[in-house]
C-alpha cells in the first residue's frame, strides 16, 4: 500500500498560467498558522488559547494520521532503552530456579518447522521447546475486538475460521494462514492450555 507519509505534506505542484509560464505551489500543511491568520481579520479574533483546545485534523495524532489510517509505533525499538542497564552476562554459578524466561508464543509458532500433522503434536512439540529450567512464560496476544491491534490484523489480511474439534484434529495444509484469523489462534492457545495441564 502507497500511504501517504508527514513527506507526503510538503510536496509541491507546477502548474501552467495562463501566459505559459509554469509556476511552482508548496502545499499549505500549517493548519494552525492558516486559521490564526484568518481570524485576525474577523471583527472579533479568535482566541488562540481557545483555538487550541480543539483537535485541528480530522483525526487526533493519538490516534491516528489525517489522512485516517490508526496510528502506530515500533514496539522493538523500546527494547534497546529497556536493556541500556542490564547486563547480558550470563552467571553460570546463578541458581537455575531464579532465572524467569519469557517466551513470545506468536513468534514460536510462526517459526515452527517441521510442523506435526495434529494440534496435539504441535502443541506437545512447543512444550518441549520451552526452557526445561527456571520458570516460563509463554505470552499471547489478547484479541479485543475494535481494538488497534485487532484492527492493523485485519488490514493485514484473515484467513478463514476453522473448528478445532478436538486435541487430535488434523492442522490445515497452510498453517501461516490458519495463524492470520484471531478465533483460530485463540481455540490453538485454549488448545495448548488444555494439552499442558494434561
Known sequence: MKLR??????????????????????????????????????????????????????????????????AKTVKSKMVSVLLKDVSCEINN????????????????????????????????KLLNQLPQHGDVIFSTDMYLRDSVKCQERQRRGCGDTLLIEGINTRRPADFKSFLKNDLNKQQLFALMHKVWQE
Request: charged letters at 20%.
Open 93 to 124: 554459578e546463578l541458581d537455575h530456579g531464579s532465572i524467569l524466561f519469557i517466551e513470545h508464543g506468536h513468534a514460536r509458532l510462526y517459526v515452527l518447522t517441521d510442523i506435526p500433522e495434529t494440534f496435539k503434536r504441535i502443541s506437545l
Open 5 to 70: 507519509t508527514m513527506e507526503s505534506g510538503n510536496e509541491k505542484v507546477k502548474l501552467s498560467s495562463s501566459q505559459g509560464k509554469m509556476i511552482q505551489y508548496p502545499e499549505q500543511g500549517d493548519l494552525a498558522f492558516q486559521l490564526l491568520v484568518k481570524s485576525q481579520l474577523l471583527d472579533t479574533p479568535i482566541d488562540i488559547k481557545e483555538l487550541m483546545t480543539y483537535c485541528l485534523t480530522p483525526v487526533p495524532h493519538a490516534l491516528g494520521t489525517p489522512d485516517g489510517f490508526m
